[in-house]
C-alpha cells in the first residue's frame, strides 16, 4: 500500500532526516513495534514470541492438519518476519505454524519424554534413594530374620540392648531368654518385651520405668515384580521398602501396562494397589511396607487415554472403568488459563475397527460437572487453544518514558497515547511521526506526518496502530575526531564541543615515551575547498602554553609523531654451539652478523660452521643460504649480511653423511667422502630410475644454498641434501607400429621401381 504523508515542516527539517543512517533505523522500529503488537495479539511474552519465531524460520515446509488457531497465529508470525519493506502480494506456498501437544512446544527440550506419564516417572531412576538400610521403615514395619532393633528402657532403671533377630526371629536378652518377635510391627514387639521384662524390672508394672523398641538395620528382603512391567523378575532389597520401590527397580510399566489395578500377594492375601492415590494426590499405598516374599503382579490397563492441546501435562494417562472426562482433565493438570472455551474433539476407535470423531462440551462444563462422559481404551482428546486476539490496544515505541502496549479504550489520537505512556522525552525528534496500521491478512500500511507536538492531537489512532516516535540520536550522526601515532590507543573518538588536543590525548590513553617531544600535527578540511590544512602544534605537552588548548574541530585528524632518534630494541637468537648461545639485543639498527657472533663469544671447538642455519621470521622469509665461515673469513663479503629483529642462527655439530632423496634406488644417507661428486653420492644410492629428471637435480648444502645440476660450483659437503626429481612416465615402444611403418615405406618404394621400369620398357 502506498505510503500517505502529510508534511508541515520546512525542507530543510526534511532533510535532517537520515533514516537510513540512524542508530535504529525506521526497518527496526516498525519491526520492533510489529513484535510488540505480535506479541499482545497472540497473548505471548517476548520470550515465546521470540521461540516461536525461530522456529518458524527453520520450518522447511508446511504442516498437515491446519486449524483456524494454527492459521491466524501464522499470519501474524509471516507479517512479523516479512518486516516492513516485505512485498504486499507474493506468490509461494504459506508455511504453517501448528501447536501439537504443550509437551512438545519448547524448542530447547533434546529428549522427548515417554508418552505416557508413569512411564516419565520411571523414566530417571536414582536407586541411591533406596539403598539406606536403615532409619525408612514406620511403625507397622513388619520384623523378620536379620532385622536389628534397639532396646531402650529408662526411669528406675537405664539400659539399652541393641538385638539382632536370628534365623528363627528370636532375639536373647539378659534374664528372659528368648524371646519370639518376628512377624510383630515395632509396637507388637515392643509389647511382648514389655510383658516378659516386667518379670525382670518391678518398675515396669508399677509404671516407674519405660521401656521402648526401635528399628536399627533391616535384613534382606525377597520382592518379586512380575507382569506387565519392563523388568521383571525377582529383587532382594536392604531396608523397609514399599511398592514404589519395586516399581522403581522394574524400570516402570510397559506401554500397555497397568499402575492403577496392581496386586500385591502376601501369603495368600491380596491387596489391591493403585499407583495413582500417590503420584496425582500423594497418598501412602496400603499396605505400605513390602515384606519378605510379597509378590506383585501387574496385569494390562483397562484404558490408555491420550489427552494434548492447552493443559497442563499432556500424557497418555490410565483411567478406571467409570471414568472419563473429568477424571482425565484433572490427571493432566487441568486446563490452562488460555484454554478456549471450545468444544473439544475425541478421537475414538468404534467397535467395527473404523476411527472417528465425536463433539464433546466444552473443558469447564466437566470440570464442573456440568457434563458426563466416560473414555475408553485408545481414546485422543484435543483441548484447543484459544485464538482470540486482544484487539483494543495501540502501541507506541521511541522516545516516551514508558513505550508498550496500552488500552485503546478513549485514545483516538498520538497526544493522548503519548499521555498514557507518561509523556515525551526531552530527546523526542517530532519533525517526523510514523503510524504504523497493521491488517489481520499480514500486510500493513504506514502514515508519515511532519508536526510539532501542537498538532499531535489531530493524528486519529484505530485500534492495533503502531506509533513510531523517533530520538534525536536516531536522527544524528554524531561527529568524530581521530588520533594516530605515539599514543596508547589510536583511533576514532566521538567529539565534544571545546575539546583540546590534549583531551583527545587523554582519552586515546596518553603519550608513549617515544613521541617526539612537544611536537603535534592537526589535519583539518578546508571550507569550501577540496583540500586539508596541516596545523603543526609545538607545545602538546607543556600545559602552561596556549598551544596545549588548541581547539579541535569535528572531523580533525591528529598525528602524533614518533621520536625519529628513537630505536625499538630488536632481538635475535643464537643457538646451537656458541660459546654463550642466547638472545642478544643488537646494538643499533643494521648490525652484522660477524659482530653479533663476537659478542656470543664465537664457536666451540666441535662447531660445524658451514652447516649453519640461517632463519628470517620477517615477512615469512624462512631459511636463507648464508655461508658463515665466509662471513668470519672476509667480514666484507655479502656473507657477512646485517641481521634484524626475529633472525635466529643454529650452528649444529659436524656432520659426516650427505643424504641422497627423490628418484633413485634407494633412498638413503652416505657417509661423506671428501672431494666426491654429486654422480658418486646417486650411484652409491642405486642411481637414476626411469622417471628421473637427470638434468634437473637440485644440491642443498648444509648451510642453505642450493646449486642445480650443471652449475655445481662446490662439491657436496658435510649435512647437504641431494634431491632428484620426478618425471613423467616414459611411453612404452611401439615395436609393432614401427615395424608397420617400415614395411610400408618399403612397399611405397617397390612400387616406385617398377613403375619407372615400366616406363623404360
Request: net charge negative; charged share 25%; hydrophobic share 35%.
Given at each position: ?15 535532517l ?18 513484535k510488540?503488537?505480535a506479541?499482545?495479539?497472540l497473548g505471548?511474552?517476548s ?21 483456524r488457531?494454527?492459521?491466524t ?33 519448547s ?10 506419564y ?5 523414566q530417571?531412576?536414582d ?12 511403625r ?15 526411669g ?5 540392648y541393641?538385638?539382632?533377630l ?10 528372659i531368654g ?16 514389655k510383658?516378659?521384662l516386667?518379670k ?16 536399627g ?21 536392604s ?23 496392581l496386586?500385591l500377594?502376601?501369603?495368600g ?6 499407583l ?5 494426590h500423594?497418598?501412602?499405598?496400603t499396605?505400605?511396607?513390602l ?8 496385569g ?5 487415554v ?8 499432556a ?6 472403568k ?6 482425565i482433565?484433572d ?28 463433539d464433546?462440551?466444552v ?10 462422559m ?9 483441548v ?12 507506541i ?22 499521555a ?22 499480514g ?37 568524530s575526531?581521530?588520533i ?17 588536543v ?24 578546508a571550507l569550501?575547498k577540496h ?14 602554553r ?9 572531523n ?15 632481538i ?5 654451539l ?14 652484522k ?43 666484507k ?9 626475529g633472525?635466529s642462527?643454529?650452528?649444529?655439530e ?5 643424504k ?13 667422502k671428501?672431494g ?11 642411481g637414476?630410475?626411469?622417471r ?56 611405397v ?5 617398377l ?7
Open positions: 500500500m502506498p505510503i500517505t504523508y502529510r508534511s508541515k515542516a520546512p525542507l530543510f527539517l526534511l532533510l532526516v537520515p533514516l537510513s543512517m540512524a542508530s535504529q533505523t525506521l526497518e527496526e522500529k516498525v519491526t520492533q513495534a510489529r510488540m503488537q506479541e499482545s495479539m505471548m511474552d520470550a515465546v514470541m521470540d521461540s516461536l519465531v525461530a522456529e518458524k524460520k527453520n520450518q522447511n515446509k508446511a504442516s498437515t492438519g491446519r486449524n488457531s494454527a492459521l497465529e501464522n499470519v501474524i508470525l509471516d507479517s512479523l518476519l516479512s518486516g516492513p519493506g516485505a512485498p504486499e502480494a507474493q506468490g509461494g506456498a504459506m508455511t504453517e505454524y501448528t501447536h501439537g501437544d504443550s509437551s512438545a512446544k524448542t530447547l527440550t533434546h529428549k522427548t519424554p515417554p508418552k505416557r508413569e512411564q516419565r516417572v520411571f530417571s531412576i536407586r541411591s534413594i533406596f539403598s539406606s538400610a536403615s532409619g525408612a521403615a514406620g507397622d514395619y513388619v520384623l523378620g530374620p536379620g532385622d536389628e532393633i534397639t532396646v531402650s528402657i529408662w528406675d532403671k537405664e539400659k539399652e541393641n538385638l539382632d536370628n534365623r528363627d526371629g528370636k532375639v536373647f536378652m539378659e534374664g528368648l524371646v519370639a518377635l518376628a512377624g510383630q510391627n515395632l509396637d507388637g514387639a515392643r509389647q511382648v518385651l510383658q516378659r516386667s525382670v524390672y518391678s518398675g515396669i508394672s508399677r509404671g516407674s520405668t519405660s521401656i521402648d523398641v526401635s528399628l538395620k533391616t535384613g534382606p528382603m525377597r520382592v518379586f515384580m512380575l507382569g506387565e512391567v519392563k523388568l521383571p523378575g525377582g529383587f532382594v532389597f531396608g523397609a521398602s514399599s511398592a514404589l520401590t519395586a516399581l522403581y527397580y522394574a524400570k516402570g510399566p510397559t506401554d500397555i501396562g497397568t499402575v492403577r489395578n496386586i500377594n502376601r501369603a492375601t491380596k491387596y489391591p494397589l493403585d495413582y492415590k500417590f503420584l496425582m500423594g497418598d501412602v499405598l499396605p505400605n511396607a515384606q519378605d516374599g510379597d509378590v506383585i503382579f501387574a494390562r490397563a483397562e484404558a490408555l491420550d489427552i494434548s492441546g492447552d493443559v497442563g501435562r500424557a497418555v494417562y490410565e483411567l478406571k467409570g471414568e472419563g472426562v473429568k477424571e482433565l490427571f493432566a493438570g487441568g486446563i490452562n488459563a488460555t484454554a478456549a472455551a471450545h468444544k473439544m474433539t475425541l478421537q475414538r476407535i468404534f467397535p467395527d475397527g473404523k476411527p472417528g470423531y465425536v464433546l462440551a473443558p469447564q462444563d466437566y470440570i464442573s460437572g456440568k457434563a458426563k466416560e473414555l475408553q481404551d485408545g481414546d485422543k482428546i484435543v484447543e487453544k484459544s485464538s482470540e486476539m486482544a484487539l483494543n490496544f495501540l502501541t515505541t521511541g522516545p516516551v518514558k514508558y513505550p508498550g502496549n496500552y488500552e485503546s479504550t478513549d485514545v483516538t489520537t498520538v497526544d493522548q497515547l503519548v498514557k505512556a507518561g509523556g515525551l522525552r526531552e530527546d523526542a525528534f517530532l519533525s517526523r511521526v510514523h503510524v504504523l496500521r497493521f491488517n489481520p491478512e500486510s500493513s500500511k504506514m502514515f508519515a506526518y511532519s508536526l510539532d507536538s501542537t498538532l499531535m492531537e489531530s493524528i486519529p489512532l484505530k485500534p492495533r496502530d503502531n506509533v513510531l516516535l523517533y530520538s534525536l540520536k536516531d536522527m544524528y550522526l554524531p561527529d575526531v581521530e594516530s601515532g605515539a599514543v596508547f590507543y589510536p583511533g576514532k573518538f566521538e567529539f565534544r564541543e571545546g575539546m583540546t590534549m583531551d583527545l590525548v587523554m582519552q586515546a590513553g596518553g603519550l608513549l615515551p617515544h613521541h617526539e617531544s612537544g611536537k603535534a600535527m592537526v589535519f583539518r578540511g569550501r583540500s586539508v590544512e596541516q596545523i603543526t602544534l609545538n607545545a602538546i605537552d607543556s600545559q602552561p596556549s598551544e596545549t588548548h588548541f581547539h579541535l574541530n569535528p580533525d585528524f591528529v598525528q602524533i609523531p614518533i621520536d625519529p632518534e628513537w630505536y625499538q630494541k630488536e635475535v637468537s643464537l643457538e646451537g656458541f660459546i654463550h648461545p642466547g638472545k642478544y639485543s643488537l646494538l643499533y639498527p643494521g648490525e652478523l660477524t659482530s653479533v657472533v663476537q659478542r656470543a663469544g664465537g664457536f666451540k671447538a666441535n662447531a660445524y660452521i658451514e652447516g649453519g642455519r640461517f632463519f628470517r621470521s620477517k615477512d615469512s622469509v624462512g631459511r636463507v643460504g648464508v655461508d658463515m665461515r665466509k662471513a668470519l673469513e672476509k667480514p663479503s655479502k656473507s657477512n649480511i646485517p641481521l634484524i629483529g633472525d642462527i643454529f650452528v649444529p659436524r656432520l659426516n653423511t650427505v641422497v632423496i627423490g628418484e633413485v634406488g634407494f633412498e638413503t644417507s652416505l657417509l661423506l671428501e666426491a661428486s654429486v654422480q658418486y653420492y646417486i650411484e652409491s644410492a642405486g637414476f630410475t626411469r628421473s629428471e637427470k638434468n634437473r637435480v637440485v644440491v642443498q648444502y648444509a648451510n642453505g644454498e642450493t646449486s642445480r645440476d650443471g652449475y655445481f660450483n662446490r662439491k657436496p659437503d658435510a649435512g647437504s641434501v641431494i634431491y632428484i626429481p620426478q618425471g613423467p612416465e616414459p611411453k612404452p615402444i611401439d615395436w609393432l607400429g614401427g615395424i608397420n611403418g617400415i614395411l610400408g615405406t618399403l612397399g618404394a617397390a612400387a616406385i621401381i613403375s619407372v621400369q615400366a616406363i623404360k620398357n
